[in-house]
């Protein structure tokens, strides 16, 4: 390595993953910008990853687990002994026919990720956390568009034009970052003429950079944009040229039915909007050159498919479908396929379901992988023998996560865990790895390659993007992927003919014209060219089986509450309970911290007093307060019909007084930075999935920021 130089590699210091360049000093890591050539930005936790590079809680050696699961007691072993041990019960799992009780549970960051090539290869079952975040919006997009715009994409927000309106709408997107680059996209286009709505129970910091901020009743968003279109529709407002050439034939006309009595009048009785602000937003909305929505946790409730379906509708009537400023369509390229592709296992005819094996009761739901709750369901119902976890968090960032923790410590009459191997890959200690036999110390990101490629990034025409090692591991950590190719090569030799990961990756890009080192050479990203609009008038169409946009679900028709057309309702999970817990809990996310918080928390620079994140205390509206007899830093009891917690009281204007807030990813018990900080975990107050399976939509939303509670001093 140079003495000093910068690198373009990608940041995984959250989900976000934005292209970076890292500075580099006689093999040192010294400093993380934002890379020019990428838009060029990174947050406060891109910038303090150097901090968790070389943080003293870095695992650097294999563990495997003394006295019993949970202790947190390990002893040093070797790679080779490691890698035996899930060898040997991979090997003894596939000859009992039992491939598919293998699950691994971690974060693809591409859709041709070794790990999971591995899976389809050997049989087994991919559990992540990332399909539950907008599996309801990616399929609404899908059956209204026949494309996944959206995941983890907003709006091409530095495409906005003067006088384009930007609704964020449960979308805390200043700090529940998808790229560094939104908040700067979205104040520039503010800058240019643009306008910024939020609509949110919360006044967020992007409210406060607001034109307009919208209290709105939390889930009452299906009404208020249905009232939009009510109101669009009935005032001849609609976009005439796009309804007639690309929305489905019949479908309109259907939508103008349905609509003609969810006026806003109606609309308003739901949401708690005024009127007026839904009739003069509607009218601005329709007239304005464009009007993107962006959306996420904050409508993932049970009736999030209903909202992701009336947000399709809405864009469609005002003719925001891959404009710029409105929702843009993704422009891919396609990597070669690495021969022979594992076609993966038939689950379903195994008896299996991606809900778990409890197939009869939860056969109809078909996106819903809460990773905690399916992980217990499944060790209970015997149907997970060997659990792999990497870059996930099962323990601490979900709800249930004490009846995951009950689960993998079941034994059966023998005194055998029923799960019989647990293992984790892991930088840090991390409440899983507490849990684990195994416990395998990664590569961080900074020294490891990846190909990353997905309808993903938010900038748009990077196809491809590399990550490469800047710096060397400490100790003896070796990257999953590496193992995962070691234990292919032993157990599916076929899938695995390819050397090591980067002779994988090379094959991948040799129809692209591409290598490894030809990407390294052109600074590591690689674009198919613009990112392109209306590609359907080109294309001929969308990649719906009509080729026109579907205004109309047929096939929810006959579901139990026909969902055809969205439905207007505030989401069930608000509507029970009301008496006994008569607040609503919102929880969000900060921008110091990132998913369940075990390694953002274990960051000094992110974990301080006074320039970092400390604690998460109750935010609660001051005419709450009074009527409660509670004032600033009292200490509560926060309890919902699952679990309390306690917790510190910090009185905000800024939240509806029916609400109260608390932050997202606290909690944790291990680590030597994280450890000193304080704060509660939300999830012990927020039910599983499995209990509130009835709420949710049948494919879609899960209540993971809405629960009903009550405060006591
Ligand atoms: N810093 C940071 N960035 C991240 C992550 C992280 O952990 N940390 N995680 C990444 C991941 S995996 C994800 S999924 C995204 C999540 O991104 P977001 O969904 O934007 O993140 P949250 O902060 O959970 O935002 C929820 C917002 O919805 C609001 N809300 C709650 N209920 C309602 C409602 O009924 N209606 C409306 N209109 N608003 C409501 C809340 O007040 C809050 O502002 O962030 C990604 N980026
Ligand atoms: N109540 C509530 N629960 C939620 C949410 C919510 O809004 N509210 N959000 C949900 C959402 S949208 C998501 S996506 C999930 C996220 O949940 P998970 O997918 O479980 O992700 P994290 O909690 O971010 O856990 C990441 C783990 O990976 C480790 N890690 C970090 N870098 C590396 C690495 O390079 N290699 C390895 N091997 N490990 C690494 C970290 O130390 C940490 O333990 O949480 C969900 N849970
Ligand atoms: S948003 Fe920040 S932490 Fe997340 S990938 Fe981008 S720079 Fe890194
Ligand atoms: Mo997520």
Same mark, same amino acid.
């Given at each position: 390595?140079?003495?000093?130089?910068?690198?373009?590699?990608?940041?995984?210091?959250?989900?976000?993953?934005?292209?970076?360049?890292?500075?580099?000093?006689?093999?040192?890591?010294?400093?993380?910008?934002?890379?020019?050539?990428?838009?060029?930005?990174?947050?406060?936790?891109?910038?303090?990853?150097?901090?968790?590079?070389?943080?003293? +809680?870095?695992?650097?050696?294999?563990?495997?687990?003394?006295?019993?699961?949970?202790?947190?007691?390990?002893?040093?072993?070797?790679?080779?002994?490691?890698? +035996?041990?899930?060898?040997?019960? @991979?090997?003894?799992?596939?000859?009992?026919?039992?491939?598919?009780?293998?699950?691994?549970?971690?974060?693809?960051?591409?859709?041709?990720?070794?790990?999971?090539?591995?899976?389809?290869?050997?049989?087994?079952?991919?559990?992540?956390?990332?399909?539950?975040? *907008?599996?309801? !919006?990616?399929?609404?997009?899908? !059956?209204?568009?026949?494309?996944?715009?959206?995941?983890?994409?907003?709006?091409?927000? $530095?495409?906005?034009?003067?006088?384009?309106?930007?609704?964020?709408?449960?979308?805390?997107?200043?700090?529940?970052?998808?790229?560094?680059?939104?908040?700067?996209?979205?104040?520039?286009?503010?800058?240019?003429?643009?306008?910024?709505?939020?609509?949110?129970?919360?006044?967020?910091?992007?409210?406060?950079?607001?034109?307009?901020?919208?209290?709105?009743?939390?889930?009452?968003?299906?009404?208020?944009?249905?009232?939009?279109?009510?109101?669009?529709?009935?005032?001849?407002? /609609?976009?005439? +040229?796009?309804?007639?050439?690309?929305?489905?034939?019949?479908?309109?006309?259907?939508?103008?039915?349905?609509?003609?009595?969810?006026?806003?009048?109606?609309?308003?009785?739901?949401?708690?909007?005024?009127?007026?602000?839904?009739?003069?937003?509607?009218?601005?909305?329709?007239?304005?050159?464009?009007?993107?929505?962006?959306?996420?946790?904050?409508?993932?409730?049970?009736?999030?498919?209903?909202?992701?379906?009336?947000?399709?509708?809405?864009?469609?009537?005002?003719?925001?479908? *891959?404009?710029?400023?409105?929702?843009?369509?993704?422009? @891919?390229?396609?990597?070669?396929?690495?021969?022979?592709?594992?076609?993966?296992? *038939?689950?379903?005819?195994?008896?299996?379901?991606?809900?778990?094996?409890?197939?009869?009761? $939860?056969?109809?739901?078909?996106?819903?992988?809460?990773?905690?709750?399916?992980?217990?369901?499944?060790?209970?119902?015997?149907?997970?023998?060997? =659990?792999?976890?990497?870059?996930?968090?099962?323990?601490?960032?979900?709800?249930?996560?004490?009846?995951? &923790?009950?689960?993998?410590?079941?034994?059966?009459?023998?005194?055998? /865990?029923?799960?019989?191997? =647990?293992?984790?890959?892991?930088?840090?200690?991390?409440?899983?790895?507490?849990?684990?036999?195994?416990?395998?110390?990664?590569?961080?990101?900074?020294?490891?390659?990846?190909? =990353?490629?997905?309808?993903?990034?938010?900038?748009?025409? #990077?196809?491809?993007?590399?990550?490469?090692?800047? %710096?060397?591991?400490?100790?003896?950590?070796?990257?999953?992927?590496?193992?995962?190719?070691?234990?292919?090569?032993? @157990?599916?030799?076929?899938?695995?003919?390819?050397?090591?990961?980067?002779?994988? /990756?090379?094959? &991948?890009?040799?129809?692209?014209?591409?290598? %490894? !080192? !030809?990407? &390294?050479?052109?600074?590591?990203?690689?674009?198919?060219?613009?990112?392109?609009?209306?590609?359907?008038?080109?294309?001929?169409?969308?990649?719906?089986?009509?080729?026109?946009? #579907?205004? /109309?679900?047929?096939?929810?028709?006959?579901?139990?509450?026909?969902?055809?057309?969205?439905?207007?309702?505030?989401?069930?999970?608000?509507?029970?309970?009301?008496?006994?817990?008569?607040?609503?809990?919102?929880?969000?996310?900060?921008?110091?911290?990132?998913?369940?918080?075990?390694?953002?928390?274990?960051?000094?620079?992110?974990? +301080?007093?006074?320039?970092?994140?400390?604690?998460?205390?109750?935010? %609660?509206?001051?005419?709450?307060?009074?009527?409660?007899?509670?004032?600033?830093?009292?200490?509560?009891?926060?309890?919902?019909?699952?679990?309390?917690?306690?917790?510190?009281?910090?009185?905000?204007?800024?939240?509806?007084? *029916?609400?109260?807030?608390?932050?997202?990813?606290?909690?944790?018990?291990?680590?030597?930075?994280?450890?000193?900080?304080?704060?509660?975990?939300?999830?012990?107050?927020?039910?599983?999935?499995?209990?509130?399976?009835?709420?949710?939509?049948?494919?879609?939303?899960?209540?993971?920021?809405?629960?009903?509670?009550?405060?006591?001093?």
């Amino acid at each position: 390595m140079k003495k000093s130089e910068w690198i373009p590699t990608v940041c995984y210091q959250c989900k976000a993953e934005c292209s970076i360049i890292a500075r580099v000093e006689d093999g040192k890591l010294k400093e993380i910008r934002g890379n020019p050539k990428a838009r060029g930005k990174a947050c406060v936790k891109g910038m303090a990853g150097v901090s968790s590079e070389y943080s003293s +809680d870095r695992l650097t050696y294999p563990m495997k687990r003394l006295g019993e699961r949970g202790e947190g007691k390990f002893e040093r072993i070797s790679w080779d002994e490691a890698i +035996d041990i899930i060898f040997q019960k @991979l090997k003894d799992l596939k000859d009992r026919g039992d491939a598919h009780k293998l699950t691994a549970n971690f974060f693809p960051h591409s859709i041709t990720d070794l790990k999971w090539r591995f899976l389809n290869a050997y049989g087994g079952f991919i559990n992540t956390a990332l399909p539950h975040c *907008d599996s309801a !919006k990616i399929l609404a997009f899908i !059956k209204t568009m026949g494309g996944v715009p959206c995941h983890h994409i907003p709006p091409a927000w $530095f495409t906005v034009p003067k006088g384009g309106i930007m609704i964020l709408a449960g979308r805390h997107a200043f700090g529940g970052l998808e790229d560094a680059a939104v908040p700067k996209d979205i104040l520039d286009a503010k800058a240019r003429g643009a306008k910024l709505v939020v609509i949110d129970p919360i006044f967020t910091p992007e409210a406060a950079k607001a034109d307009q901020w919208i209290p709105i009743k939390p889930s009452g968003d299906t009404a208020f944009f249905v009232g939009m279109i009510q109101h669009i529709i009935a005032k001849d407002l /609609y976009d005439k +040229d796009f309804a007639e050439n690309w929305i489905r034939e019949g479908d309109f006309e259907k939508l103008r039915e349905y609509v003609a009595d969810k006026t806003p009048e109606k609309m308003s009785a739901i949401c708690d909007v005024p009127v007026e602000t839904i009739k003069q937003f509607a009218e601005e909305c329709a007239k304005a050159p464009s009007a993107g929505v962006d959306s996420f946790k904050g409508v993932m409730l049970g009736n999030a498919l209903d909202f992701s379906h009336a947000w399709c509708l809405f864009l469609a009537i005002t003719g925001n479908i *891959d404009n710029p400023g409105g929702q843009p369509l993704p422009d @891919l390229v396609s990597l070669s396929p690495v021969e022979p592709e594992p076609a993966g296992p *038939d689950l379903h005819e195994l008896g299996w379901h991606r809900t778990g094996p409890d197939k009869d009761k $939860f056969e109809k739901y078909s996106f819903i992988m809460e990773p905690t709750w399916y992980e217990a369901q499944a060790i209970k119902n015997g149907g997970l023998k060997v =659990l792999i976890t990497a870059e996930s968090n099962p323990a601490l960032t979900e709800m249930g996560q004490v009846s995951w &923790q009950e689960a993998v410590c079941e034994k059966d009459e023998s005194g055998e /865990y029923n799960l019989e191997l =647990l293992v984790s890959f892991e930088i840090m200690m991390s409440e899983t790895a507490k849990f684990a036999d195994l416990v395998l110390p990664d590569k961080s990101y900074f020294e490891r390659w990846e190909l =990353l490629y997905m309808p993903w990034w938010y900038n748009f025409g #990077h196809g491809v993007v590399l990550r490469q090692p800047v %710096v060397e591991p400490p100790g003896e950590c070796r990257h999953s992927n590496e193992i995962f190719i070691e234990l292919g090569k032993r @157990l599916v030799p076929e899938y695995f003919q390819f050397e090591d990961d980067l002779a994988y /990756y090379d094959i &991948q890009l040799a129809g692209l014209g591409l290598s %490894v !080192k !030809k990407l &390294q050479e052109i600074g590591g990203l690689w674009s198919p060219g613009t990112m392109g609009f209306r590609k359907y008038e080109k294309a001929g169409g969308f990649g719906t089986p009509s080729q026109k946009v #579907h205004l /109309y679900w047929e096939d929810l028709e006959e579901s139990p509450w026909n969902q055809a057309f969205p439905r207007v309702e505030l989401a069930p999970e608000y509507r029970v309970n009301v008496d006994q817990y008569p607040f609503i809990l919102i929880s969000y996310r900060t921008i110091y911290h990132s998913g369940s918080g075990q390694w953002t928390h274990n960051n000094p620079q992110l974990r +301080d007093k006074v320039s970092g994140f400390y604690e998460n205390p109750l935010m %609660v509206n001051p005419a709450t307060a009074t009527d409660l007899g509670i004032s600033q830093g009292d200490t509560v009891t926060v309890e919902s019909p699952c679990g309390s917690v306690q917790v510190m009281v910090t009185l905000s204007e800024g939240i509806r007084p *029916d609400c109260v807030g608390l932050g997202h990813g606290f909690g944790s018990t291990v680590g030597r930075v994280a450890t000193t900080g304080q704060g509660v975990s939300n999830n012990y107050l927020i039910p599983d999935a499995g209990s509130t399976l009835d709420w949710q939509d049948l494919i879609g939303g899960e209540s993971h920021v809405s629960t009903r509670v009550r405060i006591m001093k």
